[in-house]
């Protein structure tokens, strides 16, 4: 009855504070151990979950040169064949991640006529047209106005870009009498303008890569010099007559994929579903799509990106495993030092009547609300310490990671915790182990027993070894009359000894002032000998 009345605390009771305090700085050492754990692995949390993942995506972001270039010869009754087919197939290879596709038209090439028909060094000079589409908001008006809808007879209104410009030595305003060099056919433009291209931040950081002619104004290859483009509006490619249309021979897509909202697992995915598409683009006779090539450093970027992401990951698993190992370790031989020095004491409960359940309560009673507040510390600790090494900063979510991790950490630092209450130990063991008998027992646990069986075989074999030494020393010694005459020398050496020995205890015996009492007591002691 004595034993329920201690016990109906439930684990809760006044028991439960007297056992804490009188091992604090045990106890102690314990919640700091689950807390720096517990940060720790609420900051690798949040690291591999969310600033990890956002630092990525901020350097895909500014990685440039990830938009998706498609060109090739099209016609005018293909293009709208392919402008249909075209955005589903980037659709399936970006695996549903938005992009932004720009479409431009380009012409057959345009020669010069009269006195500009060579370029410098003597190759052929021919111009470019081409529908760019929202062209005024990626460029800068340097001079004139942009190209309208529709202009008086034949003529089509063009803009050019002012590098190509000053090299043709034309302005705004000029007229331009060029010939189609597959057809023949005779086109007149007139310049409405000059302009600069704008590069801006942002989804159209990458427009300009839908102008298959350089920035400089001009493409140059063996034999043709390519001048432009010189940018009209769509309806110039539909214009009826035989002399005032443009013919299309080309077109170009330029795909401009939102890479901020690739989910990092898909990286490695996508890059494989581009460089599928490629290759089926490349290959006429399989493809729905001929004639057409795509152009992108997107795959090669996502691949790096993706092997990055893994390896950081990767060292962030082995920092997770070395502190649950470490902080494992520790946590452990916390536990074990503060059973033992609670052994004396568990011994007396026991002998009261507590049972093994009413110890794991009493010690979970003990550790619940250290593994409580460490979780909620190590969370607050980890999130701080992740805003701390990771500049972007992790997300709001990350919270839940943190906090998720620090609760795995806790439960397992009050597994580890429990496991010394597991055992009990009765008085008698309690005494052993605190008694003269701990040492015997520490020693042959430390292996002191293997020990002494190794010095008694040594032992034995040396008795073996000089018993033979001594029984071969008897065999060879000499008999008869050598031994006669050795021991009355031993004897004679003797006697001499002894009467050495007896002088010198009486001049002692007179120093130190016993006299004739001394004398008595001496011979007394003789006689008892």
Request: proline share 5%; net charge positive; aromatic share 4%.
């Amino acid at each position: 009855m004595r034993t329920r009345s201690l016990f109906r605390w439930d684990g809760w009771g006044s028991l439960a504070l007297p056992r804490v305090n009188a091992h604090r700085m045990v106890v102690v050492a314990a919640a700091l151990t689950t807390l720096v754990a517990a940060m720790l692995a609420g900051a690798l949390a949040a690291l591999g979950g969310q600033a990890l993942p956002i630092a990525i995506r901020h350097d895909l972001s500014g990685a440039g040169d990830t938009g998706l270039l498609i060109s090739g010869s099209v016609s005018a009754p293909e293009d709208a064949r392919y402008q249909a087919l075209l955005p589903g197939e980037l659709r399936r290879a970006l695996d549903g991640t938005p992009f932004t596709l720009y479409h431009a038209s380009w012409s057959d090439p345009l020669g010069f006529t009269g006195t500009r028909v060579h370029a410098a060094g003597g190759n052929l000079a021919i111009l470019d047209a081409a529908a760019l589409p929202d062209v005024a908001r990626h460029a800068v008006l340097v001079s004139g106005s942009w190209p309208g809808t529709s202009a008086g007879g034949d003529v089509i209104p063009a803009a050019l870009p002012a590098t190509a410009a000053a090299l043709l030595h034309l302005s705004a305003g000029d007229m331009l009498t060029l010939q189609d060099r597959d057809n023949q056919h005779i086109v007149r433009f007139r310049i409405t303008g000059l302009y600069r291209e704008s590069h801006a931040a942002g989804v159209d950081a990458q427009y300009w890569q839908l102008n298959l002619i350089s920035p400089g104004g001009v493409n140059t290859v063996p034999g043709f010099a390519t001048y432009g483009p010189l940018t009209v509006q769509p309806a110039a490619f539909s214009r009826p007559g035989s002399g005032a249309g443009l013919v299309q021979a080309q077109a170009s897509w330029l795909a401009e994929p939102r890479t901020s909202l690739i989910p990092p697992g898909e990286f490695s995915a996508i890059a494989s579903q581009l460089n599928a598409l490629d290759n089926l683009l490349g290959n006429p006779s399989s493809s729905s799509l001929p004639g057409i090539t795509l152009t992108s450093r997107l795959p090669s970027v996502l691949s790096a990106v993706a092997a990055n992401l893994d390896v950081a990951r990767s060292m962030l698993a082995i920092c997770a495993v070395l502190l649950a190992l470490l902080a494992g370790a520790v946590l452990l031989a916390v536990a074990r030092l503060l059973s033992g020095q609670r052994e004396g004491e568990i011994a007396v409960l026991i002998a009261r009547g507590v049972t093994q359940v009413q110890l794991l309560r009493l010690t979970a009673a003990e550790t619940i609300p250290l593994c409580v507040l460490a979780a909620v510390g190590g969370t607050a600790a980890g999130i701080w310490l992740a805003r701390l090494l990771a500049p972007s900063g992790p997300a709001a979510n990350a919270i839940t990671d943190a906090a998720q991790a620090a609760a795995v950490v806790a439960g397992l630092a009050l597994v580890i915790m429990l496991v010394p209450s597991m055992s009990l130990v009765t008085p008698g063991a309690a005494r052993v182990r605190r008694g003269r008998q701990a040492a015997i027992s520490t020693a042959s646990r430390a292996g002191a027993d293997l020990g002494l069986i190794a010095l008694a075989v040594l032992t034995c074999w040396q008795l073996r070894h000089y018993s033979a030494v001594s029984a071969g020393a008897l065999q060879e010694s000499p008999s008869g009359p050598d031994v006669r005459r050795r021991t009355a020398a031993l004897r004679h050496r003797g006697g001499a000894g002894q009467r050495a020995e007896g002088a010198a205890g009486r001049r002692a015996d007179r120093r130190a002032g016993f006299g004739h009492r001394g004398r008595r007591v001496r011979r007394a002691a003789d006689g008892q000998r």
